[in-house]
């Protein structure tokens, strides 16, 4: 399934524009909110099907999408699923063996630590509650001046504490590890260790492919939709590097 929600790369002129004629009429919920933009100069605003194009040179209204559900729900549930990543990197440290390995989970957990402190505070500037999951990573939500959250909006399940529930209670959410397969990572080592990670890993990143295209089609706010649009860039490329490291290691 294709990702339908390509990263944003706009002006915010011609960004807001944009989102203005691709779906918010005067009956959706999320255009129910007016900007005012006034551009440095004309700028181009396409015409709906079958109408000429504008252009403006002052000061326009146009509608201003605001976030959604969908939007705090992959927020929210991303959260989740990075702090599964890097528990599976801080299981597995001490048993890999390949370089190439040991050098691809430690850009993963360098990676998604940031990421995930970013998701924290998009949900906080919004009033979203914050997972558990996401204090347990070193988020100092309550510094930021947000809500802990003992259940993701969504039903993505009851927030665990510490890693050790990360397993266990949101074991519907695409691509998460089991316990037992989380305890195994931990205690295998050499070559075992190395396969292990990478096709535990792999399966964990198809998981938040699977929920970047789900938000792609949902989602409403720009930076969300930037996000889960990095996501799935990112992740797609660590799975073909997965696939070539295995194959070298089984080959």
């Known amino acids: 399934m294709p990702f339908a929600a390509p990263r944003v790369a706009l002006a915010p002129v011609l960004l807001v524009l944009g989102l203005a004629m691709s779906g918010c009429t005067a009956e959706d919920p999320a255009a129910s909110a007016m900007a005012t933009v006034t551009p440095d100069g004309p700028v181009l605003q396409p015409g709906r099907p079958g109408e000429a194009n504008t252009t403006h040179t002052g000061p ?53 630590g940031p990421e995930l402190q970013a998701m924290a505070t998009w949900l906080v500037q919004h009033d979203r509650p914050v997972p558990q999951e996401a204090v347990d990573a070193g988020v100092d939500v309550a510094r930021m001046g947000g809500q802990v959250a003992r259940a993701v909006d969504g039903g993505a399940g009851t927030a665990g504490s510490g890693h050790a529930g990360h397993g266990s209670d949101h074991a519907d959410m695409p691509g998460m590890a089991s316990p037992e397969e989380l305890e195994a990572l931990a205690a295998a080592s050499g070559r ?44 797609s490329v660590e799975i073909d590097r997965m696939a070539q490291i295995r194959e070298r290691l089984t080959g």
Request: aromatic share 2%; no cysteine; charged share 30%.
């Open 60 to 112: 326009v209204e146009v509608p201003a999408p605001q976030h959604n559900d969908a939007d705090a729900r992959f927020m929210a549930e991303m959260i989740i699923h990075h702090s599964q990543a890097i528990e599976m990197v801080e299981r597995s440290r001490e048993g890999l063996q390949d370089e190439q390995v040991r050098s691809l989970a430690a850009r993963i957990e360098a990676a998604q």
């Open 192 to 235: 075992e260790a190395d396969l292990l990670f990478l096709d535990l890993m792999t399966r964990h990143h198809e998981g938040a492919l699977a929920m970047a295209e789900t938000h792609g089609v949902e989602g409403i706010d720009v930076r969300a939709v930037e996000m889960s649009s990095d996501v799935h860039v990112e992740q």
